[in-house]
């Protein structure tokens, strides 16, 4: 079997600063970048099950995709980024300003799995749900040769690839971060039926679309 890790189109919050919200939609150009995916997804890939998160940003990407694959989406909403709680739709500068001690200890590369948003999530939550579901895709189809698509999000797919790469899990997988809008990670099972990265955030299809998301945060560092 195969997964392929998709992260959404670029979205209004991924270009103004702002904290994303669960109905945060994608962009002209993000609605472009997914247009220009779908048929490479369809010529490159056989796609026998589509899966997306459920907000409204993947769900948006998933559907274009749907349309050129003609799969059924299913809603997964345990793929969701992590609910930013009380920040949701501030601007990053007004949260930091606001938040300056936490802002302090939330440097890109040292953030504990258990540093929670207020009134959202941390790290963990995220890991504890995403790694179930999929956990249960593996299961699932293990024994078939079934291509599965997952349009989530940058964390996810950041936390994810620190737990299959056997990285620690106590921090913000920084390695991971800088995932690009419709870039696909790939996922296959080895010799073993252990799933394992085969291929990384790739964008080489996008062409003219490819607009990197930098973190409006601290700059981005990429996996080694």
């Known amino acids: 079997m195969r997964i392929l890790l998709i992260r959404h189109g670029q979205s209004e919050a991924n270009v103004n600063g702002r904290i994303q919200a669960p109905d945060d939609p994608l962009t002209d150009l993000g609605r472009q970048q997914a247009r220009v995916l779908a048929p490479y997804i369809t010529e490159t890939y056989r796609i026998d099950h589509l899966i997306a998160s459920s907000?409204?940003?993947a769900h948006e990407t998933a559907r274009i995709i749907a349309t050129a694959t003609g799969s059924q989406i299913t809603l997964e909403?345990?793929?969701?980024?992590?609910?930013?709680?009380?920040?949701?739709?501030?601007?990053?500068?007004?949260?930091?300003?606001?938040?300056?001690?936490?802002?302090a200890v939330w440097s890109w590369d040292v953030r504990h799995a258990d540093a929670a948003w207020p009134g959202g999530e941390c790290g963990r939550d995220v890991c504890n749900r995403a790694f179930a579901a999929f956990d249960e895709i593996v299961e699932t189809w293990r024994?078939?040769?079934?291509?599965?698509?997952?349009?989530?999000?940058?964390?996810?797919?950041?936390?994810?690839a620190a737990r299959l790469n056997g990285d620690s899990l106590e921090t913000w997988p920084a390695a991971y971060g800088d995932i690009a809008n419709c870039s696909i990670t790939e996922v296959d099972l080895n010799d073993h039926g252990m799933p394992m990265i085969t291929?990384?955030?790739?964008?080489?299809?996008?062409?003219?679309?490819?607009?990197?998301?930098?973190?409006?945060?601290?700059?981005?560092v990429r996996p080694s």
């Open 143 to 160: 024994s078939t040769a079934n291509t599965i698509a997952i349009v989530t999000h940058g964390g996810v797919i950041a936390w994810l």
């Open 55 to 57: 907000l409204d940003r």
């Open 199 to 220: 291929g990384w955030n790739r964008t080489d299809y996008l062409g003219d679309t490819f607009a990197p998301h930098i973190s409006p945060v601290i700059p981005t």
């Open 77 to 103: 909403p345990r793929f969701a980024e992590i609910m930013n709680g009380d920040a949701i739709g501030m601007l990053w500068s007004d949260w930091r300003a606001a938040n300056p001690e936490m802002a």
